[in-house]
């Protein structure tokens, strides 16, 4: 039998996950968590097997009930279940130790698949989860933005003309093109509307 704990701050979804895992043989929910917090909590008193754990809760997110279960030993396999499958989402979360990463429209009997194949350590990853990582493993290694730059390009974003960043970043028109041309360079793009799509899609921004 595999011990299952549902994390996610809606009780709704928790309902209805635990109605989805009912008909399982194999499957059985021994716990529930609100949050980050209370799912390292619950899960060192249930010894889950398996924990399905949102990201987006209040207080302690998934991200770092993760490293809170790996800091204090516990050896429940985390499968991520989530709405979001942006890269600021996925990557920390395997970095922070998932086993696997699904999205919350994942049919019951793929998600019962996916908790079998993460009790048993294998890796786990919807389809679009899988692509945006191969994605970004098949991108050439880029030199990061500097802070300066990420605050000129946020302000390119919000539709600054070059004049407007210089005078909120107290510095000069030509400097404010400098870090463009930096910032077209880093990312690969030729102009000023590549570059704020390419800092969205990679998450350098957000909206």
Known sequence: MIRVLLADDHPVVRDGLRGMLADADDIEVVGEAGDG???VDVAAVQAPDVVLM???MPGVDGVA???RLAARGLPAKVLVLTTYDTD???VPAIEAGA???????TPRDQLCQAIRAAARGEAVLSPSVAGRLMGRIREPATEPLSNRELEVLA???QGCTNRDAAGRLFISEATVKTHLLHIYAKLGVNDRAAAVATAFSRGLLHP
């Open 54 to 56: 949102d990201l987006r």
């Open 37 to 39: 917090a209370e799912a």
């Open 65 to 67: 009930a993760i490293r």
């Open 99 to 105: 086993t696997g990463y699904l999205l919350k429209d």
């Open 88 to 90: 600021r989402d996925v």
């Open 155 to 157: 302000l390119i974003a």
